[in-house]
Each structure stands twice: as C-alpha cells, then as structure tokens.
C-alpha cells in the first residue's frame, strides 16, 4: 500500500541517495554533489532552504518529491516549485509519481500558493505525456535560463 510522509532530518541519507538516483536516470550524476549532511543542514535546520516528502510501498521508500517557495511579483504572492519528482523504476506505473504530485498540489492548493511550477527535460516523454493527462500547461515560449559556475562568478564580479 502506498503513503506519503513529510520527510525529517533522518531520511537526508535516503534523500540524497535518490537525488543521485534521479540525477543518474537524468544523465547529470557528474552534476550531483549533494551529500546527507547538505540534507540535513538545508533542508531541517533553522532556516529551511525545501521541503520533502517520502513515498512508501508497504513501507519501503520508493520515491520523494522536493519543493520549495518562489515569489511572483505580479501575482503578488508565492508560487511552490517542485524541484523534484522521482519514483524509483521498479515503482513505475502504479500511481506513484501521480500520487507525490497531487500531495504537493494539495499542499500548494491549502497553503495558497498561486501556482506549482517545475521543468521536465524534452527527452522524457514519458514524464510529458504524463503532464499533458493532467492538464499541465508547457510554458514553450519561456526558456529556462541559468548562471552556473564560472559564468556566475564573473558576473558575480561585476557588483565590486
């Protein structure tokens, strides 16, 4: 049987072996060096950077989803960004990724978040078509846009 629990300082171990699971199936393990003790200290210390949840199959961890807060300042509130959603291979198709999805749709939807907001890769189709069955808009004329290493700190530079 299936539940989702929040997740607590003593799953950061599990958490971040299926962060590298997921980065693995997303072919970006070279771009994973989270760590239990980053976990830990991001996610369940004073000033939590995300939050988790944990699917269970009979009490055996299968999957997680992260999230956290963004602000849209022409909503004038904050949006939930999943970060992550993953279920292990074995757990596929048996309702549990749906089921990580709408707890944190639920929890969006009674914290009165405008929105939930994630990317999915182009490559997986399975995930997108997954997405497209439950309504999700594909925001096609936005790109994503990221500063990361030493583009970041060049023009982290410029603000001396």
Known sequence: MLSIRPATINDAAL???MIHELAEFE???HEASVSEEIIARDGFGPRPKFRAVIAQWDGEAVGYAVFFDFY???QGRAGLFLDDLFVRPAFRKRGVGRALLAHVAAIAWHEKYFCMRWEVLDWNTPAIEFYRKLGA???DEWKSVVLIGDPLQVVAEEAK
């Open 15 to 17: 958490l971040s072996g």
């Open 72 to 74: 849209s300042s022409f």
């Open 27 to 29: 072919h970006l393990g």
């Open 137 to 139: 808009e594909f925001l």
